[in-house]
């Protein structure tokens, strides 16, 4: 999956952001995930205004989590950089699946709902315990992924992973 530049630099500082808690200057952002300054910080008040970070003026100021890590989905931070997007998108899918068929419009649908529900699954918190994990990164993963489709598919037997 290719990501737009925007929303590849957004998850880059975000992600930046939950491995370095405090106040993180744009300077520091910016140079140390290869993003261009002065498109941090427009990324950055999308990224406010889904109340994903805080900025902090002055000459001290800077960019911090607003949320703990573990309260904020790959699904948030994409819905957040793509704001404009989304509107447009919305309307584009309205009128592409009115255009197929009855049958191919549920699995359309289908296809739709498993990519929003399989980026809301995986969060920050658990991206940071799984690069944390030398050994075993996706198989941590693929353990949480197989506990939340259980969870989607409304099974009771999923456990919290260890």
Do not use: W
Not at 28 to 49: G, K, V
Not at 87 to 114: C, G, H, I, K, P
Not at 132 to 151: I, M, N, P, V
């Amino acid at each position: 999956m290719q990501l737009k530049a925007s929303t590849d630099y957004g998850l880059r500082a975000v992600l930046y952001l939950a491995q370095h808690p405090g106040i993180n200057s744009s300077k520091d952002i910016a140079e140390e995930m290869a993003i261009p300054r002065d498109y941090l910080i427009q990324l950055a008040q999308l990224l406010r205004n889904a109340k994903i970070i805080t900025a902090y003026p002055g000459k001290n100021g800077g960019y911090r989590l607003a949320r703990d890590p573990h309260d904020i989905t790959l699904l948030d931070i994409i819905n957040a950089l793509e704001e404009e997007l989304s509107e447009n998108t919305r309307a584009r899918r309205e009128e592409r699946s009115t255009a197929l068929a009855d049958d191919m419009r549920e699995v359309y649908e289908l296809v739709l709902e498993s990519y929003d529900a399989y980026l809301d699954s995986i969060n920050l918190g658990m991206l940071l315990e799984a690069s944390a994990r030398q050994e075993d990164k996706r198989g941590f993963l693929a353990q949480h992924l197989s506990l939340e489709s259980e969870r989607l598919a409304g099974c009771s037997s999923a456990s919290k992973i260890a």
